[in-house]
């Protein structure tokens, strides 16, 4: 008979084991569900996870693979303040639409003037501000009315979704773009573009934020009293209380924080990679930054890590998928086993498994 | 074009019907003291499993009940690890949906072009020609009269049962329950999967008859506003019909003001619902969640 017994307290191994076994086992049953589909296994793995990086075209996918961790990560370091704290906003990928709506709204408004000390910095300051506003109604909703954030901050993805379609081919429609839907490319006007600021290595502007918000969020979780005031709230409420931590203050820093960041993201997407605003931006990974911070056990570090391995999904899933015909959605279905694996395997973290004869009561 | 008021309370019925469904399955999961933020994952994998099974049979009746047994396969997975692994509740519903919209995705691609599988009106004889209330209440399929029985039969459950009471006391506070011998994990076990079998026929009334063909994301949030729902009724059965036919009521009324072609941009319209989730939250949630809802349970603590 198998008994799970309470750890008084997490086991420091498996906190940090549990990710690494749990990619295995993803991997594991990821091959199963390729096989079903008919696909060699092994082969779909190695396509995914080894061919981006060490592989014959590894020259065109190593760039790629930053431009597209670089928002999750930023996502992700937003998302952990208040995942830490007991804070659920569920809804970046909305926060990231309206802040690359605001940004790129920002640029076309003082487009085709050439300006960039002044347009991209005002730029950078509207994206944040539109994620920050759009994480704020939810953080000030549950403050003054005590709705639940999950689902308020999760109704405003679908508004947003709605928005950036509708800005796409109203408000936003490029004037020159022949009826086609979307706005004017920033990728082209050299005072908002977000391009890479070495050739061919996928850094631009965006990659260093999210260095640089690993390093500020590792300084604030392990030196300051902002980052204990988090844990603490979340690890116990009441006792955060009594150590003077503001509940509510702390649901709106949270909040603003990791809207901030969203907002951030998106900008840097919209005036970069993707380039305009367009109804197929949104590109999920408000969602898959949650798989992130949960992976990196909100931890700055293994974000930063956990963040790159989703990024190769990505990017692995795109290559499959031209190569061996794999679907899209396959990809999908693989993150969302890897966010199931790592949180059943999570047991061993809090739970020792004590192998037991049944005993006559 | 005008709108007719009878037209638009019969379609009122049936924009709510997935929502209703749904959000009946959650109340109960709720009471019992689980949160499952997975019902837009069930609700799309039961979309497809009766789309894909009402398709190979030819019979909307068979794709109803693949869909109910589909939702409730997907809700096990999270039922094992929410009760048995003592997983972050929060955490394993977000995953069930992530996964369950993957998965929908993955399954449906090849059915994306596919036809309607018509689902037969069932006029109810006799009531259904009564003037106004007939065309309005008494002229649907049966899944409408299904959901809004369900309803009834959840209710008369908690209320009326031993076995709801027992349900109602393990939701309300899993260790005292347990300390009396209920079997607390057992109950959570099958309300999960009730209400993963009620997502799915929910999610099958989206993909056969509301739509009616396949097609990414087809649940657009529909689970979410079921979870809403849930809060707005204080997990009172009576309150969530008056919840479900509200939001069916602005989702019928923007589609029928779309099609009179009023001054109103189509986009701010399909907003509409969402942002009446969230004013309908702010303005009414005030009802108390059972005590253990959202709390891990271990025998041993």
Known sequence: MIRLEKRPQPSQLWTY?????????????????????????????????????????AFYYRPELLKKAAPLILIAIGLSFGFRAGIWNIGAEGQYIIGAICGAGVALAFYPTEARWLIFPLMIVAGILGGLIWALIPALLKVYFRTNEILVSLMLVYVAEVLIKAFSVGLMRNPEGMGFPGSRNLRQYPAAANLELIANTGIHWGVITAVFAVIVAQVFFARHQFGFNVRLAGQSPRAATFAGVDPSRLVIICMCISGGLAGLAGLYEVAGPSGQILGSFPAYYGFTAIIVAFLGRLNPIGILLAGLLLALTYIGGDAASSSMNLPAAAIQVFQGMLLFSLLSLDVLTNYRIRLKKAQVA | M?????????AIMVASTPILLAAIGELVVERAGVLNLGVEGMMITGAVCGFIVAHSTGSATVGFIGAAVGGALVSTLFAVMVIFLMTNQVATGLALTLFGVGLAALMGQSYVAEGQIIVPKAPIPG????????????RHDLVVYLSVALVVLVWLFLTRSRAGLILRAIGENAEAAHALGHPVRLVRFLAVMFGGACAGLGGAYVSLVRVPQWIDNIT??????????????????????????????????????????????????????????????????????P???????HASS
């Open chain 2, 2 to 10: 005008d709108i007719n008021p009878i037209l638009l309370l019969a």
């Open chain 2, 291 to 297: 005590g253990s809802l959202g709390k891990p349970f």
């Open chain 2, 220 to 289: 657009a949030g529909a689970g979410w506003i079921a979870l809403a729902i849930v809060v707005f009724a204080s997990w009172r059965p009576g309150r969530l019909i008056i919840g479900a036919y509200l939001f069916g009521g602005v989702t019928a009324l923007q589609l029928n003001i779309q099609a009179t072609g009023l001054a109103i941009p189509v986009e701010y319209l399909s907003m509409s619902p969402y942002i009446a989730t969230i004013i309908v939250l702010v303005a009414l949630s005030a009802g108390r969640a």
């Open chain 2, 127 to 138: 009531l259904s020609e009564i003037p106004v209330l007939g065309p309005i209440l008494f």
């Open chain 1, 17 to 57: 084991l549990t990710p690494v076994l749990a990619v295995v086992v993803t991997m594991v049953l990821g091959g199963v569900l390729f096989a079903f589909m008919g696909k060699a296994p092994l082969e779909a793995i190695r396509t995914i996870f080894w061919d981006p990086i060490f592989g014959e075209f």
